[in-house]
């Protein structure tokens, strides 16, 4: 049997329940949104509620308790992502350079007598090494122009432009070299020596010197004004000085018709060069951005 409790407790709650919203509300929801700390809300009757009444009625919303991050906060979080971006770029390109020496001290070994080209597989692993560098200077001058001050700028852009050349053409002659030069069908051409073989004088062979002598010192070069102040940044100065300096003057091989000569230019991007990146290594290490290492 049903108590007069029973049947009217529910009636009770629900007047409770409207006594408490109609309190609320005139406590609450009679703020339309005008304050600038006032968060839009899509409710059932298509009013916008201050944040203050979805507080009050338990509506409130991840991003009223998540305050908007700061500049300063930004900044970290790109600089640590530049950083990070840096360091693998001139980690991925002194490890590939270490490994490069290993088919090229192969071929020396292998090597059945002098002026004939290497033995593969050695020839085509050092092919597709250089192949997988030239891409990651690239992302290291990118590195570098991300982290430099606004006034270096148009250096490190400069840096960029030109590294992308020397990646680019070198990446296109050893491509070509790699894929056809081993093509009986195609190395039976009475051109072909003129045009493709990798000894001078032919066209690949002097596109690579105008990659490796011309564009790549450039590109060094323009870096030498954004690395100061610190031991470190000093040092990879002098790295990049010299190996630019180096690299440029293997054209004097082309001037005196001697490839022996252009060897210094070989010094200068495939060993002084990579000593700079191994410092690189720990200078994106670091969490000195380079506005700090002095002026």
Known sequence: M???????????????????????????????????????????????????????????TLNDHAPAPSIADVAERSDASGRRFGFWSATGVVILTVAYFVPLVMGFITLPSPGV???????????????????????????????????????????????????????????????????????????????????????????????????????????????????LAKAIRVLLLISGLLAVSGLAGLVFDDMNIRDIGIIGYAVVYPAAAVLLVLFFRRPTRLETTGH
């Open 117 to 231: 080209p290497f033995l593969d597989p050695w020839y085509s692993m050092m092919e597709v090494l250089i192949i997988l560098t030239a891409p990651l200077m690239v992302l290291l001058a990118i590195a570098i122009h991300s982290w430099a001050p606004a006034k270096y700028r148009p250096f490190t852009l400069a840096s960029v432009v030109f590294t992308a050349l020397t990646a680019g053409v070198t990446s296109g002659v050893h491509f070509i070299l790699i894929t056809l030069s081993h093509r009986p069908d195609f190395t039976s051409l009475p051109w072909l020596s003129s045009l493709l073989s990798f000894q001078w004088p032919s066209v690949t062979y002097d596109l690579d010197i105008l990659a490796w002598d011309v564009f790549f010192p450039l590109s060094v070069l323009f870096l030498i004004p954004v690395f100061h102040g610190t031991r």
């Open 2 to 60: 049903l108590t007069s409790d029973r049947i009217l407790g529910p009636a009770r709650a629900s007047t409770s329940g409207a006594q408490f919203f109609a309190r609320n509300w005139h406590a609450h929801g009679a703020r339309l949104i005008s304050d600038s700390d006032a968060v839009p809300s899509r409710g059932t009757f298509g009013t916008s509620l201050t944040a203050e009444f979805r507080e009050g009625w338990g509506l409130m």
